[in-house]
Each structure stands twice: as C-alpha cells, then as structure tokens.
C-alpha cells in the first residue's frame, strides 16, 4: 500500500508542470486525495484536496487560479497540473490519503 510522487524538475518562473501520484495495494477511489509541498526548512502544508467522488475539495489561496487537482481513477493515479509557476512555489510535493504513509515527494524547483 504506497503512493508514489514523480513529475517534478526545474522549471522556469512562468512554466508549467504536472505531477502524477500513483497508488498502489489500495483503491484510489475509495479516499480523499490530498496534494502538500514542504519548502525548505518549513512546515508541510496542504495545498489541494480532491474528493473520492472526484469533486475538488479546497485550494489553498496561494496556488488557486493556477493549480489543478484531478484523479483517474481506472488507472489510480491522481495529478497535480502547476502552471504559472513562481519561485515560491519551490518545495518537496506530496500526495496523501488515509489510507497511507507518505511517500518519497517529488521536488519542484522554480528558478530562472
């Protein structure tokens, strides 16, 4: 039962990303789908949530307008769609259920 992060790299202020978060042992649909990001020396923080029946939950305000949360679930994967991204939004990714521990994140860097 995991959750696996991928999809982060460097990325230009203004560039766009999408994360991916596959699970496996479980059934993605069956829980609520968070996605946090820890920045350097912070506190994790959670920026996005999706429902099980795939109605988003909440946006936090810093990401709104600019981050998409979305599931699949024949294929129980979740994603994080990042556009407009800004150096701030630099941090370690998480997606997170119930249903498990975290995972290994993936890191997105946002540097010119």
């Known amino acids: 039962v995991q959750l696996v992060e991928s999809g982060g790299g460097l990325v230009q202020p203004g560039g766009s990303l999408r994360l991916s978060c596959a699970a496996s042992?479980?059934?993605?649909?069956?829980?609520?789908v968070y996605w946090y990001r820890q920045r350097s020396g912070g506190l994790r923080e959670e920026i996005a949530g999706i429902r099980e029946d795939s109605r988003v939950i909440r946006y936090d305000a810093s990401v709104k307008g600019r981050f998409t949360i979305s599931a699949d679930y024949p294929k129980n994967m979740a994603y994080l769609q990042m556009n407009d991204l800004k150096p701030e939004d630099t941090a370690m990714y998480y997606c997170?259920?119930?249903?498990?521990?975290w995972g290994q994140g993936t890191q997105v860097t946002v540097s010119s």
């Open positions: 997170y259920t119930s249903r498990t521990s």
């Open positions: 042992g479980f059934t993605l649909s069956s829980f609520d």
